[in-house]
């Protein structure tokens, strides 16, 4: 046998081993040091693609496989009513080999992943009041419903921006009209803005005509004084009923209340607040507050329990999408 054929068949054997080992990165390095060696550049050529990077890509597809995080359905419950649904995540087969391959060898592998959205969003789900996000979603939301108590929206505000939190205010239309540059205010601080109707009635008790004028006023008001184009409605008092949810969203707004009420205008102490809060609060939670001094008191120590418990603070929106949490981002 000549010297060439010892050394392509050197090849084959050490290669051969390698994948039967099944180390993948073993198997690129194997090819890399022999591959500049004397006479066997041929043999890297015709093996490469049989070997290393098919092994690799391989490897890819079978953590993919594992690791894969199947997407949670929206769904109508008989108790929570409408629930939103979850992406799922899973490695992106093909980004994540194009990347090992362009990368540094003998370095791990840095998979690259993708969400996949669920076949049922909340917006498939039709007309059904919504109470909570996705168990699964390790997210909870600040409700602030605003129709008085200004003189505690501001030290509130301050708490947020300290702690680096953003919460949704329902704002109560004939409130707005009287306040709006310190409706911009908290627009400005960068929180969500959203529809309490315009005059604080019981939904429940209303003409279908009478019932749409509260909505629609307050939607005509955001738009004009706030530019926001808002999704959400929360019922005065919490006060609907099925109609309520019809008119609403033929107006292209979900209704939204409360998993946790902090009963602040019973003026609870803010250490009431704070332990009411820790006790019941969990992945999917909207709280509802009012800008009250119990809250406004309790506000920083609520963000704390909260945090505690390894969950993100977020906007209504962005608990009842379907997005995934990064708790990465839980200070």
């Known amino acids: 046998m000549g010297n060439q054929s010892k050394k392509l068949a050197a090849v084959l054997a050490g290669v051969t081993a390698v994948i039967l080992i099944g180390q993948v990165g073993s198997v690129r390095t194997y090819i890399t040091e022999i ?28 953590k993919a496989d ?13 108790v929570w009513k409408a629930i939103p649904g979850y992406n799922g995540m899973e490695i992106d087969v093909e980004a994540t080999y194009r ?12 998979y690259v992943y993708r969400q996949i959205e669920p ?35 501001k030290p509130m505000l301050d708490t947020l921006d300290a702690e680096k939190v953003k919460a949704t205010f329902f704002l109560d239309g004939s409130w707005l009209s009287k306040n709006v540059e310190l409706a911009k205010e ?18 429940s008790r209303l003409s279908a005509e009478r019932a749409k004028l509260e909505i629609s006023k307050t939607q005509d008001l955001l738009h004009k004084t706030l530019g926001v184009e808002n999704r959400w409605f929360a019922p005065p008092s ?30 609870p102490s803010p250490d009431a607040v704070v332990a009411k809060i820790a006790k019941n609060t969990e992945a999917g939670t909207l709280i509802l507050m009012h800008p009250t001094a119990a809250s406004s008191g309790a506000l920083k120590g609520m963000i704390q329990s909260i945090r505690a418990k390894g969950l993100v603070l977020g906007t209504v929106s962005e608990t009842l999408s379907s997005e995934r949490v990064n708790t990465s981002a839980v200070e």
């Open 35 to 62: 591959r500049d060696g004397p006479g066997t550049q041929n043999a890297f050529d015709m093996f490469k693609e049989a070997t290393g990077e098919d092994a690799l890509l391989s490897a890819i597809r079978d």
């Open 66 to 78: 594992e690791t894969k995080i199947a997407p949670v359905n929206a769904k109508v419950d008989r």
């Open 99 to 110: 990347k090992a391959l362009s990368g540094t060898l003998n370095t791990k592998i840095a």
């Open 119 to 153: 076949e049922i969003q909340l917006k498939d789900l039709g007309a059904h009041p919504i109470y909570r996000g996705n168990a699964n979603k390790p997210m909870v939301s600040f409700m602030i419903n605003v129709a008085w108590g200004n003189e505690y929206i």
């Open 186 to 203: 908290i627009q400005k601080r960068g929180h969500e803005m959203s529809n309490h109707a315009y005059s604080h009635p019981n939904m």
């Open 238 to 267: 919490g006060d609907f009923n099925q109609k309520t949810v019809d008119i609403a969203s033929s107006m292209g707004l979900q209704t939204v209340l409360w998993t946790v009420d902090t009963v602040d205008w019973r003026k």
